[in-house]
């Protein structure tokens, strides 16, 4: 069903396959690639459909039914990596055998250029609310039983709202809850919670909104999207992550992945710019891990201190900068993550290039 021009553009097409037993019915999709985890799929099943996207690098392989007999609530995902086979095991809500999985809905068993795919939502319920700082705040979304989502590292999502009768959607970047967790009892269900760190601007259009919504109310979320790989992180050896506000988020999982993930990486430097001490994101947690972790370095830098801040001031600076990005050996590999408002972006990405960094050694969070 692929169409001549996309099959020769894109990876080879997937297919799908199911079998059941009385009580199961499992879908089977073969990708036909190697590296594929559970990041990889999305499943959702609501309103009577059923539907489950697979990225495969810029494109979606789309299972989109409408199921012939009901099913339970919840159901399992398993990938089996090495063959690039991804098995989705639905629990039957009665032992009776099914003729058929169900009649095809929009795009079913298409490869399609992820772009084109649209943003597809699921409602996520508020599990909790809590201040960070005097304006931001951690907010945990629960996705439904009848989901699978997780958030590669470096992506984002759109939250959505209904605000006066129009549709808002906003761009946010989950974080993971690494810097809490010695605080905090181990949740059960982790894949199940989604946390954002969120700033309310008072005069904002869609902060202010999602700030009045009461434990218990519902968000929409969408699918993933960003342009951020995993790859970039091959053989990396000194990580510079350079975060204005906000701009922090990105930098969580980015954090937590290096220093567990990356065998040869040697070290791990943070350079956050705030307007003041106050709006600085989980100061004490990150102090904590630079003690902790000898890799970890932090470095804060203010643009509106008080006249007691003995720490580094101003806007990001070639001078700040050069003496910042010290490679730990003359030729290592190094990755440098920027993201903050638009003109910190910017201006910090003329300036890396300035210090004669490659394309390739930096990476720049945008919309
Ligand atoms: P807006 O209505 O956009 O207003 C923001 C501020 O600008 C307010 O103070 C408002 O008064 C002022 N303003 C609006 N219009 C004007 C104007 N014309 N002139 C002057 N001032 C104006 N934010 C986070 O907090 N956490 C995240 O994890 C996060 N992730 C993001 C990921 C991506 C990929 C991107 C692109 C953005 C991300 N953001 C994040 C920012 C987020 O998407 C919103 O832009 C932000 O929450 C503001 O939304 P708002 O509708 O409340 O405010
Ligand atoms: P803020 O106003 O508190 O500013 C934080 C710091 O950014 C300042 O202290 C300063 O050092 C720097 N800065 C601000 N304006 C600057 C300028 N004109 N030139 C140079 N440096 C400047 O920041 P905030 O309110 O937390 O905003 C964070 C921004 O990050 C938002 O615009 C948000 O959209 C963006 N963001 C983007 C992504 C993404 O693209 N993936 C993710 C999260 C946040």
Not at 332 to 358: A, K, M, W, Y
């Amino acid at each position: 069903q692929v169409s001549d021009t996309l099959a020769k553009e894109g990876p080879s097409s997937p297919s799908y396959d199911w079998f059941q037993t009385d009580s199961l019915v499992t879908i089977v999709i073969y990708t036909k690639q190697k590296d594929i985890n559970l990041d990889s799929v999305i499943v959702d099943h609501q309103d009577d459909s059923f539907r489950a996207e697979t990225i495969i690098k810029d494109y979606s392989y789309i299972i989109h039914m409408g199921l012939s007999h009901e099913i339970q609530e919840d159901f399992s995902v398993r990938v089996v990596e090495n063959v690039g086979k991804i098995e989705i095991v639905l629990k039957k809500k009665e032992n009776t055998s099914w003729k058929r999985l169900g009649h095809p809905l929009e795009n079913h068993n298409l490869l399609i250029p992820k772009k084109d795919t649209g943003l597809y939502y699921r409602k996520c319920q508020l599990i909790s609310k809590e201040g960070v700082t005097h304006d931001t705040k951690l907010f945990c979304l629960m996705l439904p039983p009848s989901t699978h989502l997780q958030v590669p590292v470096g992506q984002h999502v759109y939250l959505k709202l209904t605000i006066t009768g129009t549709e808002i959607v906003k761009p946010y970047t989950p974080v993971s809850d690494f810097l809490l967790s010695e605080f905090k009892e181990p949740v059960l269900l982790n894949n199940k919670y989604i946390y954002f760190l969120i700033k309310i601007y008072p005069a904002g259009l869609f902060t202010p909104e999602l700030d009045h919504l009461h434990i218990g109310d519902f968000v929409s979320v969408s699918n993933p999207e960003g342009n951020f790989k995993i790859s970039q992180f091959q053989e990396l050896e000194d990580l510079f992550l350079l975060a204005a506000g906000t701009g922090f988020t990105p930098m969580v999982k980015i954090l937590n992945y290096a220093l567990t993930n990356i065998p040869g990486l040697r070290k791990v430097k943070l350079m956050f710019f705030n307007k003041t001490e106050d709006d600085i994101i989980w100061r004490s947690q990150l102090e904590k891990l630079a003690f902790k972790d000898k890799r970890f370095d932090i470095e804060f830098v203010l643009s509106a201190p008080t006249s007691e801040w003995n720490g580094k001031r101003g806007y990001i600076s070639p001078a700040l900068l050069s003496q910042f990005l010290k490679r730990s050996l003359d030729n290592s590999r190094v990755l440098i993550c920027i993201c903050g408002p638009t003109p910190f972006t910017e201006q910090g990405i003329r300036l890396l290039h300035d210090l004669n960094f490659s394309k390739d050694e930096i990476h720049s969070f945008t919309a």
